[in-house]
C-alpha cells in the first residue's frame, strides 16, 4: 500500500542469491568514518544464518564481534577493523571485502577473493563485475595475494569509487 | 572361503562419518575394521575442493579433501589399530548369527563376525524423470565431482545444473573453476535451498539461478545436445513456453537419499521421514539403533552436511567403544552433543532437528 518499490522482484533476486539491500549480517561501513579511513573497511555480504564463524575465529584484530551462537550473522566494530583483508581469504562462502574509499578522488580499491584461473598479475586490466555477473567497469590490478597460503587469493582491484557497492567479482581477460 | 575374519568393531563406510567413527573407537582402544566400497578412503570429502563451514572443531574453513588427509592422518597416528580395506562392499547381513559378507574386488568374497557394527553407509543420489534422461551427457553431481575432482576429467564445455541445493550451487561453482560454461542453474522451489552465500558466489560470475524452473527434456541422439527448461507455477505445474537451452551435460543435484539397505536386513526398526530424506534407524543419543550391537551416523541417519556427520560418527564411535567395554570419557560425548547442537542451531538446522525428533528414542527397553 502506497509501496513503490517492486518489492517482488526484489524478493526473488534475494532469494536467488543476490544481495538488494544493506540489512543484518550484510552493512556497509559508516559512511563518513569509510571515506576517511586508509586501508578501508571489511564488507561482509553474509545476510543469512549459517552455522559458521571463521570470520570471527580468524579476524587477528578482534574486529568481527563474538558470535554467541555460530549460526549468528557477522557485525564488525569499525574501531578495531584495519582493512587487512584475513577474512576475504579464510570465508568459506567468499562473502568477505575490503573496500578502501581512499584511494583517489574518484577511485576506490576493492580486494576481493580470488578462486579462479588464471590468475590476474598485477597491473593487468580486469572486467569488474557487479552482483549479478554483469561487466559494470574496468579495474586495475594492484596487488594478488594468498594471505592463508590455501588457494584463495586475494585480489586488490582499482574501480570506480561511485560503484563501490556494485562490484563484487572480476573477470581476467585474456 | 570358509575363513571368517573377526574384529572388535566393524565399521562400514569410510567417509567422514565413518573415518571418526574409527578413529574415535580405536583412540579408546577399540580394534576397528573398515569396509569402503571406493578404492580409496574418504568418502565424498575427497572431491570436496571448496572450504568447508562449521566451527574450526569441525575444521572450518579447510577444503574437503584436506578433512580426510586430518582424519587419515588422526586414524595413522593410532598405530595398527584400524585396518582399511578399500575396494569392498559388505553385501548382507545375517542377523541369526551376526555374519556380515563382503566382496573385495569382483571374486574375492568373505565373511565378518564382529562385535559391535557402526553403519557409516551414506546416501545415493535422486534423480528426476524427464524425457531422454539416460542420454550420455546427463549426469549425476557426485559424477561430475569425482571426474573433474578426483580423476581431472573436465566433464564437458557448457552444463545445466539442475537443482539450488548446497550440492548443486557448489558443483557449479567447481565447473566454472574447471572452466566449464554454466548455463543455468534451474531450480523447482521459489528459493535457493542451499547456503545463500554459495548462491551468491556463482552470482556474481554470471551464473543464473531460475527458480521455479525445471528440465523437462534432454535432446541429442546418441549423445546429449541440449535441454529443454520450462517455467513452474507453485503447484509445480508446467507453465510458459519450453526453452531449449544448448549444453552437452546436464548435472543433476536434486537431492539424496539415505543408503539404508544392512539396516533393513538387520531388522532395525525404521521410519520414513521426509526431512531426513527417506527411510531411517531409530536411533538413542548414542546413536545406537534398535538392534543393539548397530550404531548409525552421517547420511545413512539422515541427509545433513559432512560437519555434522563427522560429529555423529566420533558419537557412534565413542559410544560402541564404551560398549565394547572400554575405558571412555563421559565429557567427550557431552562435547559432541553441544557441537551438534550448535551446527543444528540455524534454519536448515530446524528441519533437521524436526526430524530426529520423529526418531530418536529416550533408550532402548533392555
Known amino acids: 500500500m502506497g509501496c513503490s518499490c517492486n518489492c517482488l522482484d526484489k524478493e526473488k533476486l534475494f532469494n ?98 580470488y578462486e579462479l584461473i588464471p590468475l590476474p598479475q598485477k597491473g593487468a586490466l580486469v572486467k569488474c563485475l557487479d552482483r549479478t555477473g554483469k561487466e559494470a567497469a574496468c579495474g586495475e590490478v594492484i596487488a594478488v595475494t594468498e594471505p592463508s597460503k590455501d588457494r584463495t587469493y586475494v585480489v586488490s582491484v582499482v574501480i570506480p569509487k561511485a560503484l563501490a557497492d556494485d562490484i563484487r567479482a572480476i573477470k581476467v581477460v585474456c | 572361503m570358509k575363513k571368517t575374519f573377526e574384529t572388535d568393531l566393524l565399521v562400514i563406510g569410510g567417509g567422514a562419518a565413518g573415518l571418526c567413527a574409527a578413529a574415535e573407537a580405536a583412540g579408546a582402544g577399540a580394534n576397528v575394521t573398515v569396509i569402503e566400497s571406493d578404492l580409496h578412503p574418504g568418502g565424498q570429502l575427497v572431491k570436496q575442493t571448496h572450504k568447508f563451514f562449521g566451527s574450526r572443531d569441525e575444521y572450518a574453513g579447510t577444503r574437503g579433501y584436506k578433512i580426510a588427509e586430518i582424519l587419515l592422518d588422526e586414524i595413522k597416528s593410532l598405530g595398527d589399530k584400524v585396518d582399511i580395506r578399500c575396494n569392498s562392499t559388505v553385501t548382507g547381513y545375517y542377523p541369526e548369527d551376526g555374519v556380515f559378507t563382503v566382496m573385495k574386488g569382483e571374486d574375492e568374497y568373505y565373511r565378518i563376525k564382529a562385535k559391535k557394527a557402526v553403519m557409516a553407509t551414506g546416501a545415493q543420489e535422486r534423480m528426476i524423470p524427464f524425457t531422454n534422461n539416460d542420454l550420455p551427457g546427463v549426469y549425476g553431481a557426485g559424477a561430475v565431482q569425482t571426474l573433474m575432482n578426483v580423476y581431472g576429467v573436465v566433464p564437458g564445455k557448457k552444463v545445466i545444473m539442475v537443482g539450488a541445493g548446497n550440492i548443486g550451487l557448489i558443483v557449479s561453482y567447481q565447473l566454472a573453476q574447471a572452466g566449464v560454461e554454466v548455463a543455468a542453474v534451474v531450480e523447482a522451489m521459489p528459493k535457493i535451498g542451499g547456503y545463500w552465500v554459495h548462491a551468491a558466489k556463482i552470482r556474481r560470475l554470471g551464473i543464473p539461478i531460475l527458480l521455479r524452473h525445471t528440465v523437462v527434456e534432454a535432446t541429442g541422439d546418441k549423445v546429449l545436445d541440449g535441454a529443454v527448461i520450462q517455467e513452474l507455477d507453485d503447484k509445480f505445474q508446467l507453465i510458459g513456453e519450453p526453452v531449449k537451452v544448448d549444453c552437452d551435460i546436464i548435472c543433476m543435484a536434486v537431492g539424496l537419499t539415505p543408503t539404508t539397505e544392512l539396516f533393513w536386513q538387520a531388522g532395525c526398526k525404521m521410519q520414513f521421514v521426509p526431512q531426513l530424506c527417506g527411510y531411517v534407524p531409530f536411533r538413542d543419543k548414542t546413536m545406537r539403533t534398535s538392534c543393539p550391537d548397530m550404531w548409525v551416523a552421517g547420511d545413512a541417519s539422515g541427509i545433513e552436511e559432512a560437519s555434522a556427520a563427522m560429529v555423529e560418527g566420533r558419537i557412534a564411535g565413542h559410544s560402541a567403544a564404551a560398549a565394547l567395554g572400554l575405558k571412555t570419557d563421559a565429557k567427550k560425548f557431552d562435547e559432541y552433543w553441544t557441537r551438534l547442537d550448535h551446527l543444528r542451531a540455524g534454519e536448515v538446522g530446524e528441519k533437521i532437528l524436526a526430524g530426529i525428533g520423529q526418531v530418536l528414542v529416550s533408550g532402548w527397553e533392555a
Open chain 1, 16 to 113: 536467488s542469491g543476490i544481495l538488494v539491500e544493506h540489512s543484518t549480517g550484510a552493512v556497509l561501513p559508516p559512511k563518513e568514518a569509510w571515506e576517511k579511513k586508509k586501508g578501508g573497511y571489511a564488507v561482509i555480504e553474509c545476510p543469512k544464518r549459517i552455522p559458521c564463524n571463521p570470520c570471527y575465529t580468524s579476524c587477528p584484530t578482534g574486529a568481527v564481534l563474538p558470535f554467541a551462537d555460530i549460526n549468528d550473522t557477522p557485525e564488525i566494530d569499525y574501531e578495531k577493523c584495519t582493512g587487512c583483508g584475513i577474512c576475504v581469504s579464510r570465508c568459506p562462502g567468499l562473502a568477505c571485502f575490503v573496500i578502501d574509499l581512499t584511494y583517489s578522488d574518484d577511485k576506490a580499491v576493492i580486494k576481493l577473493p
